[in-house]
């Protein structure tokens, strides 16, 4: 398979939330093609973040598509509410959906995009029966709950896997969790195509800009193999 383009999606957990509105559309205005949107409940994960209400908040501030990570048990009673506040990607725990199937034909219902996440423990074969259901595969690279995190090279082989297993079928390869600089390259070249990035972009030490800038310089002329 051949990758036309490696997007990027900023993660909005390493946003400085008294000006949400500004750095989503700093992400938009420096070449941004999704906005990634980490929901946590304090039962999948320990931490607890967002819900519709800022999804619905960054739906105003972009035109970007907004790619809701739903780490969250139970989450098929929620599904409406996100799809309403304006989410266009919705990615829900292999982990916490015992009916997949239906939970995943709902967010499609819904007019979404439907991805299923899997954490580092969880193996690619997982996805064997789903796979023809799904318009994108969420690769955790670090365990689910927090930012910053470093990224699990372990993880390298399975994202191998999955983008044999996708084959020709046009399903996204998303990765997430201590890409940078130094790790974009390698799961590019494991046939990652949507690089979740939060910490990396969103820092104190330069700006969005000059964070996408380095990202898009060490992910340039990198091809899968
Ligand atoms: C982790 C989240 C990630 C996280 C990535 O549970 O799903 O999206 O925000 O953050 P960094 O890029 O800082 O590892
Ligand atoms: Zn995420």
């Known amino acids: 398979m051949t990758h036309a383009h490696i997007r990027i999606a900023p993660s909005i957990l390493a946003a400085d939330f008294t000006r949400l509105g500004e750095q989503i559309a700093e992400c938009e205005a420096v070449g ?15 931490n607890i973040t967002m819900g519709p209400l800022v999804v619905e908040a960054a739906h105003r501030a972009t ?15 929620l599904l409406d509410s996100f799809a309403q506040a304006g989410a266009r990607r919705i990615s829900v725990h292999w982990e916490a959906c015992p009916n997949l199937d239906r939970t995943l034909r709902q967010i499609k219902a819904l ?5 299923v996440a899997i954490n580092p423990h969880t ?50 390869l998303e990765v997430d969790g201590g890409i940078n600089v130094e790790t974009a390259a390698s799961v590019v070249e494991a046939g990652a195509d949507v690089l979740v990035v939060g910490s990396a972009l969103f820092s104190q030490h330069h700006s969005v800009a000059v964070g996408m800038e380095r990202l898009k310089a060490a992910v340039a002329n990198k091809k899968p193999v």
Not at 111 to 115: F, K, L, Q, R
Not at 154 to 168: D, E, H, P, S, Y
Request: hydrophobic share 50%.
């Open 123 to 172: 193996p690619a074969l997982m996805l064997s029966e789903i796979l023809p259901l799904l318009d994108v595969v969420l690769v955790m690279t670090v365990n689910p709950g927090f930012g910053g995190q470093t990224f699990i090279e372990g993880t390298l082989a399975k994202i191998r896997q999955i983008r044999t297993m996708i084959g020709a079928l046009p399903i996204d």
């Open 111 to 115: 007019g979404c995009a439907a991805g």
């Open 63 to 77: 035109r970007l598509p907004l790619d809701v990570h739903l780490m969250i048990v139970e989450p098929d009673h």
């Open 32 to 46: 941004a093609d999704w906005i990634h949107v980490d929901v946590m409940d304090g039962r999948f994960v320990p």
